[in-house]
Every structure is written in C-alpha cells, then in structure tokens.
C-alpha cells in the first residue's frame, strides 16, 4: 500500500468477487447452460464481461454463442441455475474482518454493485448479520447507468452524506476500478482474475487479498491497528495437493501469502504445516505456485502470517523463514487453530 493516502470518511465495497466468492461458485453455470445447445465457453470473452451490467452480459452472450433466445427467456431460463450455486458462495477472506473493524470503529459503509437489487437481497442471506454494517446497498438497475459509469458511486456516496473524493471504493473488477476512478473516489483493486493485473494500474493500490489490506495507511477516520497474526473468517481447504495438481475445495484465487495450517498425510497422521502461496506472473499462463513444509495429501489452512516479499523472483518470494515457523508453531498451540486439526 502506498504509504500516504487522502483523508477517507466512507468506503464502498463492491459485491462479486470482492465481498462474496460468487463467481467461483458460479463457475460451472455457464458452462452447464450452454452444453444444452451443443455451445462451449470461451474463456476469453467471459473475462472481459467480468463486472459488466446484467443486461450488457446477457445480450453478449446471446449474441456470442448464437443462442435463439431474447434477454428476458434467457434471464428465466438460467436464473435457477445461479439461485442454486449462490448458497455455496462463501465471503472471501479479510472481507468480514475488515467490515466489522470499519463498522466498529464509525465508518460509514455502502455496497455498490452491478447486480440488480433482487440477486442482490439473495446473495446478502450469506453474511449473516454483519450485512447489517452496510447503511447503504445499491444494485445497477437503481442507478441511469451501471460500471464502468460512476453513477453507482457517486448516489452511494450522496445516500452516504459524503463527496465522492473522500471515499474509498474496494473492487475486484476492471469495469469496477473504472467507474471509481471516475467518480473521483480512493480505489484499492483486489482482482479476482490474477492475469489481469497488470491492467489495474490506475487504482491507488492492488492487494492480493483484504487479508492485506491495512486500515492504518489510511489517515481519516481509520483506527491505527497493525495485524501480526490474522486467522480468516473460515478454514480455506485443499485436497490431494501431495506436490502435484491441486484440487481447491475452498481456496479462492484472491489468496496469496504467507499462512500455516494443518497438512494430513498418506498415512494418515496430521502434522503443522507453513503454506507458502502465490501466483508466477512471469509465465505466459499465470499459474498458482505452493510451497509447504510437510508433504501432505489435504491441508487446511487456518490462519494467516502476512504477504509474500515484493521481489519479481516467486520462489524467493515464497521462501518460509524461521520466523514464520515459529510464529505457526505458537498459533497453532492455541484453541482457536488447534480445533481444526481435529477436522
């Protein structure tokens, strides 16, 4: 983060993929509707609608895939399909941490979102009563015009009481990080597609996760806390990752960092273990890297040490120093890490 930033009074937080792992869950939806019409995804095209208006969406993918249906057949016949995965979309990790902390400590809060307000309402069931921090939730259809316009902006800080220059808006999206920037708002990118980064550069910074994200470097009405050990809101699970592919029951792509957990081997012992994550952006094709200090057949990670080294070498990157080692160590003495073993 940058070391100096504007005074901030209110933040916005965007939705999918930002608060809500919406967009893993719903992965599969796509892919699943079209197979009925003999149509294949093309993952190019699906990234660059990330973020975009329902509608805006709705009728490129008609029209991409040639599908014999207007905007409104399509939005009912697939609106089951989405209403189901959105039960399994979990909040990312930092998200629920840093909005109660903000919400604590007086910070006005809004959510602004390309949604419309309906899959809103639905989505909002999984945060539980936290969802109540928010004094302000906007979806795209009550705004003229959604991201990358900053109409949603600018109302959510009108409703909010403050000018649009001494907000912060949080955004995983491009289309998202565009409509701040031109309200005039403060953006710090958390981008949900890691081979999009480095089109991010006109945010003020780029995390990796809000696990990073520092209240402190914000001057205003942010409370100074610095964070030495973060335990995420939830467990984040891998299965069979012995040192080959992994298969992420629940690690979202916005994990990067250093975290310690629980590793399962083989044999069937449990044993502590340090994960070092990351991603290899020097490859034509970002991949995941991992390191950890036991060979496990499932790990569970259950809390986080801090970000990886900035240095454009991954494995001196991802390199476990001994402190970190201890730092596990003593964690995962202690009964709020040492419960997940027995899982």
């Known amino acids: 983060m940058a070391a100096t930033m504007p005074r901030i009074s209110a933040v916005i937080f965007d939705l999918d993929g930002t608060i809500l792992d919406t967009e893993r869950a ?6 699943e509707f079209l197979a009925a ?3 294949f995804p093309d993952k190019e ?17 008609i029209a991409d895939y040639g599908l014999p249906l207007t905007v409104e057949e399509y939005a009912v016949a697939i609106y089951p399909l989405y209403l189901k995965r959105w039960q399994k979309a979990k909040p990312l990790p930092g998200v629920e941490r840093l909005v109660k902390h903000l919400h604590r400590n007086g910070v006005p809060l809004a959510l602004a979102s390309n949604s419309v307000r309906r899959n809103i309402d639905h989505k909002l069931l999984k945060l539980g009563d936290w969802k109540d921090c928010f004094s302000v939730i906007l979806g795209g259809d009550q705004v003229p015009r959604g991201k990358p316009s900053p109409d949603i902006f600018l109302e959510a800080a009108k409703r909010l009481g403050v000018n649009p220059s001494s907000c912060l808006v949080i955004e995983d999206s491009l289309v998202g990080v565009q409509g701040a920037r031109a309200s005039g708002a403060n953006v710090v990118a958390v981008p949900s597609l890691q081979s999009q980064r480095q089109h991010y550069s006109i945010a003020d910074s780029i995390l990796y996760s809000l696990l990073d994200f520092h209240p402190e470097l914000h001057s205003g009405r942010f409370t100074n806390r610095t964070i030495i050990l973060e335990c995420p809101d939830r467990p984040c699970n891998f299965k069979e990752s012995s040192y080959g592919d992994c298969t992420y029951e629940y690690v979202p792509d916005q994990i990067s960092g250093i975290f310690f957990g629980w ?8 044993s502590r273990s340090v994960i070092s994550i990351g991603w290899d952006l020097s490859l034509r094709t970002v991949e995941r890297v991992m390191i950890t200090t036991e060979e496990p057949l499932k790990l569970q990670l259950v809390g986080y040490i801090r970000q990886l080294q900035s240095t454009e070498n991954i494995s001196q990157a991802l390199a476990i120093t001994v402190e970190d080692q201890a730092i596990a160590r003593d964690a995962l003495d202690l009964p709020v890490f040492s419960e997940y073993a027995k899982l």
């Open 45 to 61: 095209k699906e990234e660059r609608r990330l973020g975009q208006m329902y509608r805006e969406s709705t009728t490129g993918i």
């Open 263 to 270: 590793a399962k081997s083989e044999a069937g012992g449990v």
């Open 37 to 39: 019409y003999g149509k």
């Open 26 to 31: 719903t992965r599969d939806v796509l892919n």
